[in-house]
């Protein structure tokens, strides 16, 4: 599915030249659930954000489905992030002044020819799938931590995509909450093949998932 060759990402100050990512290469298969850990700093979330096409190396190749990202136009990318990645964010980002379902509803807006009936369908359905069916007239103010990451990743699922990229989704939550949102990502990758790539730190959850890539002041270790 993802296929990263020799993958750099430099930021560059008039004095300070900054190496975020320093050769990686890395192969993500379909159905995989796969972890990346290391200490904060090396270049987790910048791998993150270039694999779900947010940010661009400063130099190598990324290819999805065997076709670079550079030969894509930004539309196609724009319609690529929007259909085939869903996103999982550490702090939610969840909009307080909207209810739980007019989050997930929101990514779906930016799809043409889904009407407003869909939308809700689409909405409403993940929000049973993470077990919150009964919560979608509340705010997340209204919820628990455990419970905006199942509206998170519910937003996720709505767009039905291939691809989950999850940054720390248990890192704001306490042991018993976060085991009930990896479990939910276990589940998610089992039953319906999703692909999974988290980034996390922690080894307990990690080791659950397939594969364990280390990474270290940028470069890929294990």
């Not at 599915?1 to 300070?16: A, D, H």
């Not at 509340?138 to 989950?164: D, K, N």
Request: hydrophobic content about 35%.
């Amino acid at each position: 599915m993802l296929q990263l060759t020799g993958i750099e990402k430099v930021y560059q100050t008039r004095t300070i030249e900054t190496v975020a990512l320093n050769h990686v290469n890395l192969t993500i298969n379909q159905g995989e659930f796969v972890s990346i850990m290391g200490p904060s700093g090396c270049g987790k979330s910048t791998l993150l954000s270039i694999m779900g096409l947010l940010d661009e190396p400063t130099s190598g190749t990324l290819e999805i489905d065997g076709r670079p990202v550079q030969s894509y136009s930004d539309k196609e990318l724009a319609r690529l992030r929007n259909h085939k990645i869903g996103f999982v964010f550490q702090s939610y980002h969840l909009i307080n002044d909207l209810s739980v379902l007019d989050n997930v509803e929101l990514p779906l807006l930016y799809r043409s020819g889904v009407s407003g009936k869909e939308r809700q369908q689409r909405a409403y359905a993940a929000l049973e799938k993470v077990g919150l069916g009964a919560r979608t007239n509340h705010f997340p103010s209204q919820l628990s931590g455990g419970q905006r990451q199942r509206v998170a990743i519910a937003r996720a699922l709505a767009g039905q995509p291939e691809l989950i990229l999850a940054d720390e989704p248990t890192g704001n939550l306490d042991s018993v909450m976060g085991e009930e949102i990896m479990d939910l990502l276990l589940t998610l990758n089992r039953e319906e093949g999703t692909t999974i790539v988290m980034v996390t730190h922690d080894e307990q959850q990690a080791l659950k998932t397939q594969r364990l890539i280390r990474f270290f002041d940028g470069s890929q270790v294990s």
